[in-house]
T-cell receptor
Framework: AQRVTQPEKLLSVFKGAPVELKCNYS??????LFWYVQYSRQRLQLLLR??SRESIKGFTADLNKGETSFHLKKPFAQEEDSAMYYC??????????FGGGTRLMVKP | ETGVTQSPTHLIKTRGQQVTLRCSSQ?????VSWYQQALGQGPQFIFQ???????GRGNFPPRFSGLQFPNYSSELNVNALELDDSALYLC?????????????FGQGTRLTVV
């Protein structure tokens, strides 16, 4: 069975500092990976997906199949980035498996 | 606003009772999934419906069941409620194709079992 691990429950950085939210996965097939974000009092929403290879709100994530990782990065954190971030894997059966989430706090 | 709405927003039930949670998907979406999110954890996949048929199920017992209707609404039913069923229940809908797998989430229903 697939598994998604986010080792940090909480990540606290100062505004302008680089951010890296870690995500590791285990899956026997070819995964499709996502980052979802939940801002305060808002619903869960898609931030980015690895197949798009795009940068959203300054965030990027690269799929590393060798290390089975999909870390989320941003070079300069902003206060409005403070939120819960979830890494998720979509399997061949279209089932989405989420990690436990990382709360990012960006301090002024 | 994504167009996915869930009702009710909050609910308190007694152990052993049955509950029905509802989700109104975005118009045109052919797929709906339900998730259970316990406090401090990520969402856990319960099951998924595609064109009104269940086409995927997570590690949840049969007392968790669902329906999807032609008008894009869906239901999650839980029988014989247990205290551990207390959680936030999320519904997500999508127009699934191999190239379009984004799920749109509702705001959730918080169920408390006492």
């Amino acid at each position: 069975a697939q598994r998604v691990t986010q080792p940090e429950k909480l990540l606290s950085v100062f505004k302008g500092a680089p951010v890296e939210l870690k995500c590791n996965y285990s899956y026997s097939g070819s995964p499709e990976l996502f980052w979802y974000v939940q801002y305060s009092r808002q619903r869960l929403q898609l931030l980015l997906r690895h197949i798009s290879r795009e940068s959203i709100k300054g965030f990027t994530a690269d799929l590393n199949k060798g290390e089975t990782s999909f870390h989320l990065k941003k070079p300069f954190a902003q206060e409005e980035d403070s939120a819960m971030y979830y890494c998720a894997l979509l399997d061949a059966g279209n089932m989405l498996t989420f990690g436990g989430g990382t709360r990012l706090m960006v301090k002024p | 606003e994504t167009g996915v709405t869930q009702s009710p927003t909050h609910l308190i039930k007694t152990r052993g009772q049955q509950v029905t949670l509802r989700c109104s998907s975005q118009s045109g979406h052919n797929t709906v999934s339900w998730y259970q999110q316990a406090l401090g954890q990520g969402p856990q996949f319960i099951f998924q419906y595609y064109r009104e048929e269940e086409n995927g199920r997570g590690n949840f017992p049969p007392r968790f069941s669902g329906l999807q209707f032609p008008n894009y609404s869906s239901e999650l039913n839980v029988n014989a409620l247990e205290l551990d069923d207390s959680a936030l229940y999320l519904c997500a809908s999508s127009f699934w194709t191999p190239m379009n797998t984004e799920a749109f989430f509702g705001q959730g229903t918080r169920l408390t079992v006492v």
